[in-house]
Nanobody
Framework: QVQLVESGGGLVQPGGSLRLSCAASGSVFAINDMGWYRQAPGKQRELVAAISDGGSTNYADSVKGRFTISRDNAKNTVYLQMNTLKPEDTAVYYC??????????????WGQGTQVTVSS
């Protein structure tokens, strides 16, 4: 019904930057909140940043001042600009969207994940 496709992950040195993108497609009528989560090996999945359809944002304390979440509602796309990356940011990053379908059903949809590795 809905597909979230992420891109932009990779290997970067400490202090570097990456920009993740996540585009939603399928039977989308509207998208409410969108967010990025991450899961490091042996750890639980955690919220990194979220943005409402009105543009309100919230961030995990660990990324405040370094990461910026934004969205393009016309493209059903959410972005995560990650600056000053640290080795502890290494994880698989997942996109999430609260989607109102054309059928007027509401679902929480997840992307497949994209690996971010911060290492020298």
């Amino acid at each position: 019904q809905v597909q979230l496709v992420e891109s932009g992950g990779g290997l970067v040195q400490p202090g570097g930057s990456l920009r993740l993108s996540c585009a939603a497609s399928g039977s989308v009528f509207a998208i409410n909140d969108m967010g990025w989560y991450r899961q490091a090996p042996g750890k639980q999945r955690e919220l990194v940043a979220a943005i409402s359809d009105g543009g309100s944002t919230n961030y995990a304390d660990s990324v405040k001042g370094r990461f910026t979440i934004s969205r393009d509602n016309a493209k059903n796309t959410v972005y995560l600009q990650m600056n000053t990356l640290k080795p502890e940011d290494t994880a698989v990053y997942y996109c999430n969207a609260d989607v109102l379908l054309v059928s007027r059903s509401r679902i929480s949809s997840w992307g497949q994940g994209t690996q971010v590795t911060v290492s020298s």
